[in-house]
């Protein structure tokens, strides 16, 4: 594809939003996004955001050159195996030696209290979030993302092979991925008491369940709302 425009259009498509689902994803106004795709605009700060909203490699975006977002390497997968290449779910266990960041530095998200987790929805909650501290997301994600430190050794691997999220390891929240694929990793809220849980998002034959990685801990088989997908984690070392 030759142009911005095209790109542009293509890569939205292909995310299944709406101008005006991007422009609330990614901050950017209908109207700019409207001038973009029609070529109006040939470059523009807004493809960063775009890029992220689309989850869209930004230099291809903004040049062609890389992969798009319907290219194999870029399919979202469900990362389960600790040998498993990298690929767009991230993990490190070394964190950012500066793991704290002004509010709404580009490229970071803020680490929140479960509370706000089960909130998120709220206008108020996700546009001034009581963060922690704001730190680098490792993963692609977009501007409605979050970080989580796990509690309890639900997700804490038994068998060495699978990844593990020990209590206080941090995971990534993607709000805007809320139809996971069999075996990814998920925040969820259970409808009957509200609680908010991190497990493996399972689905077999239309039948849907959350599973935790420890054998010791049983599967939530009652109804339950999806609230992200985690794209990543690392281990903190504070």
């Known amino acids: 594809m030759d142009s911005i425009a095209k790109r542009a259009l293509a890569a939205r498509k292909f995310a299944k939003m709406t101008q005006k689902q991007a ?14 795709e029609r070529g109006d605009v040939t470059r523009s700060m807004s493809v960063l955001a775009l890029a992220r909203a689309y989850r869209a490699d ?13 290219d194999e390497d870029q399919l979202r997968q469900a990362r389960d195996r600790v040998s498993e290449p990298l690929g767009p779910y991230r993990v490190t266990h070394t964190p950012p030696s500066i793991p704290s960041f002004n509010p709404r530095t580009p490229g970071t998200v803020p680490l929140i209290s479960w509370a706000d987790a089960a909130n998120w929805d709220s206008h108020e909650i996700s546009q001034q979030p009581h963060a922690e501290r704001w730190i680098p997301c490792i993963a692609h994600h977009s501007l409605q993302s979050y970080a989580l430190r796990v509690r309890g050794d639900s997700m804490t691997s038994t068998s060495g092979l699978l990844k593990s999220y020990p209590p206080g390891s941090i995971v990534f929240v993607d709000t805007a991925l809320r139809k996971p694929d069999d075996g990814e990793r998920v925040i969820a809220k259970l409808d009957d008491s509200d609680e908010v ?3 493996v998002f399972k689905q077999d034959d239309g039948r849907r369940w959350l599973l935790p990685l420890n054998p010791k801990h049983e599967p939530v088989r009652t109804s339950f709302t999806v609230l992200g997908t985690v794209v990543g984690k690392w281990e903190d070392e504070d």
């Open 197 to 199: 849980t991190f497990k």
């Open 58 to 70: 930004p230099n291809w975006l903004d040049t062609g050159d890389g992969p798009a977002p319907w």
């Open 23 to 36: 422009e609330a994803v990614s901050g950017v106004k209908q109207s700019s996004i409207s001038k973009i």
